[in-house]
């Protein structure tokens, strides 16, 4: 099949230079850069399993339609457009308290001054570092207030490895948690996402690490975004 479609953001402004990328169950995947007016165009895609479609952009959260599939031999149209991103603080790690150790809108527990922001960033100047130069356990955590609904929590992560555990991790207010695994980031940034559904109240997201002596990971760009009902 043939697929095109209008990227967009929430106020229905085109937004070009963004990248849609399809992904197959099959292992088989496409990317598309949209034009100046948003639009995108992906010809003779595959037309034997589902896709997952996700359209990203610089200082945008991703846009996604899950579960995509259509007929061979047919030409379709799919728009996406950018969900406002939940009202997170210091989701970048720009903003600095007393010391670099006093990560604003965050709270950290464990061994002391084992996240601090540092430079440079993939999203701004700053980024957040786990490290200590003697074994550590840390969670860095912010609450927020959710309605509820299915939500994407993103971030930019890199992991020099060797922790005992280190992982990204939403949880809801009945205290169920949604992980994902940092000791499969590699030592450059990569995006990482976790799906779940949240019922409306607070959540909490954060990263929790137990580590060795001079083990280390950077975290930037936190997002958390609502999908839908």
């Given at each position: 099949?043939?697929?095109?479609?209008?990227?967009?953001?929430?106020?229905?402004?085109?937004?070009?230079?963004?990248?849609?990328?399809?992904?197959?169950?099959?292992?088989?995947?496409?990317?598309?850069?949209t034009?100046?007016?948003?639009?995108?165009t992906?010809?003779?895609?595959?037309?034997?399993?589902?896709?997952?479609?996700?359209?990203?952009?610089?200082?945008?959260s991703?846009?996604?339609?899950?579960?995509?599939?259509?007929?061979?031999?047919?030409?379709?149209?799919?728009?996406?457009?950018?969900?406002?991103?939940?009202?997170?603080?210091?989701?970048?790690?720009?903003?600095?308290g007393t010391?670099?150790?006093?990560?604003?809108?965050?709270?950290?527990?464990?061994?002391?001054?084992?996240?601090?922001?540092?430079?440079?960033?993939?999203?701004?100047?700053?980024?957040?570092?786990?490290?200590?130069?003697?074994?550590?356990?840390?969670n860095?955590?912010?609450?927020?207030a959710?309605?509820?609904?299915?939500?994407?929590?993103t971030?930019?992560?890199?992991?020099?490895?060797?922790e005992?555990?280190?992982?990204?991790?939403?949880?809801?207010?009945?205290g169920?948690?949604?992980?994902?695994?940092?000791?499969?980031?590699?030592?450059?940034?990569?995006?990482?996402?976790?799906?779940?559904?949240?019922?409306?109240?607070?959540?909490?997201?954060?990263?929790?690490?137990?580590?060795?002596?001079?083990?280390?990971?950077?975290?930037?760009?936190?997002?958390?975004?609502?999908?839908g009902?």
């Amino acid at each position: 099949f043939d697929l095109s479609g209008t990227v967009r953001d929430i106020d229905g402004t085109p937004v070009p230079d963004a990248v849609v990328h399809l992904y197959g169950n099959n292992g088989r995947n496409y990317d598309v850069t949209t034009d100046s007016e948003g639009r995108y165009t992906l010809p003779r895609v595959l037309a034997d399993n589902a896709y997952n479609v996700v359209a990203t952009a610089a200082d945008k959260s991703d846009a996604e339609a899950d579960g995509v599939w259509f007929a061979p031999g047919t030409t379709q149209t799919l728009d996406l457009t950018f969900p406002p991103p939940a009202a997170l603080k210091n989701p970048s790690f720009e903003i600095w308290g007393t010391d670099k150790y006093d990560v604003v809108g965050w709270t950290a527990e464990g061994t002391p001054n084992v996240f601090d922001q540092q430079g440079p960033g993939i999203d701004g100047v700053m980024n957040l570092a786990a490290w200590n130069e003697s074994a550590f356990e840390g969670n860095l955590y912010q609450d927020v207030a959710v309605d509820g609904g299915t939500y994407t929590l993103t971030c930019q992560v890199m992991n020099g490895g060797g922790e005992d555990s280190a992982e990204l991790y939403i949880m809801d207010a009945d205290g169920n948690r949604t992980t994902y695994d940092l000791l499969q980031v590699p030592a450059s940034w990569t995006k990482v996402r976790i799906h779940t559904k949240l019922p409306k109240g607070l959540a909490r997201i954060g990263v929790q690490t137990k580590a060795k002596a001079g083990n280390w990971f950077c975290v930037d760009d936190v997002k958390l975004v609502r999908n839908g009902d």
